[in-house]
């Protein structure tokens, strides 16, 4: 179990600008989650995968924002047109069926957005 | 709406004092999850304790235990003995199934929790 990990961990870039993180969850995952936190607040559900498929998508989330898990391993977020509301940590997390846990969430340390 | 509060925006505790911090919760399903996260300062998200809504026993682990009243639809945490390792914010959460048949976990504010010495 090597974690949940994301890059970059920084990411400054100018508004327009388009963006792409990385998250590689545990191995034996095959659920992947992406949230969105701002400073202060709790982490907003983004979207949702279970293997390669999207099973559910915020309806917050703008057209600006697409995600993909492609084989069903590592998963990409994309900001498109990127505005300041973007700024934000992005967390990635992953889980696998365990009834005696309740299946928690791991979460990696995020990708810090800023855009200026 | 909201489906996670947590009314306590902020909490302080004495060190080795027990503290509760206030989660309730709203959904209509049968078959949902209750979490509590911890997050210190430098980040990154703990998980903490689980409760299932068809558990009949609160859960308890370690020095965490869940106060889970399910017709109040709240859910609790409770630290005993804190730590100054403690301070920390912490986040309930609920997991519910969504129409696609996966799972969607959604988190509440957040309390920040300051353990003094």
């Known amino acids: ?116 | 709406a909201q489906k996670i509060t947590q009314t306590q925006p902020g909490m302080f505790v004495q060190e080795k004092e027990a503290v509760t911090l206030d989660c309730t919760y709203d959904t209509s399903d049968q078959s949902y999850g209750l979490f509590w996260y911890k997050q210190p300062s430098s980040g990154e998200m703990i998980f903490l304790i689980y409760q299932g809504s068809y558990d009949e026993q609160n859960a308890t682990e370690g020095r965490y235990s869940l106060n889970f009243q399910k017709a109040r639809k709240s859910a609790n945490l409770v630290i005993s003995a804190s730590q100054l390792g403690d301070s920390a914010m912490y986040f309930c959460a609920m997991r519910e199934v969504v129409h696609t048949g996966g799972f969607k976990t959604i988190f509440g504010a957040g309390t920040r929790l300051f353990v003094k010495a």
């Open chain 1, 1 to 116: 179990d090597t974690g949940v990990s994301q890059n970059p961990r920084h990411k400054i870039t100018k508004r327009g600008q388009n963006v792409t993180f990385r998250c590689d969850p545990i191995s034996e995952h095959n659920r992947l989650y992406w949230y969105r936190q701002t400073l202060g607040q709790g982490p907003e559900f983004l979207t949702y995968f279970q293997n390669e498929a999207q099973l559910e998508k915020s309806r917050l989330l703008s057209d600006r924002f697409s995600a993909e898990r492609p084989k069903g391993s590592f998963s990409t977020l994309e900001i498109q047109r990127t505005e300041q509301g973007d700024s934000a940590m992005y967390l990635c997390a992953s889980s696998h069926m365990d009834r005696g846990t309740g299946s928690p969430l791991h979460f990696g340390n995020g990708t810090r957005l800023t855009v200026t």
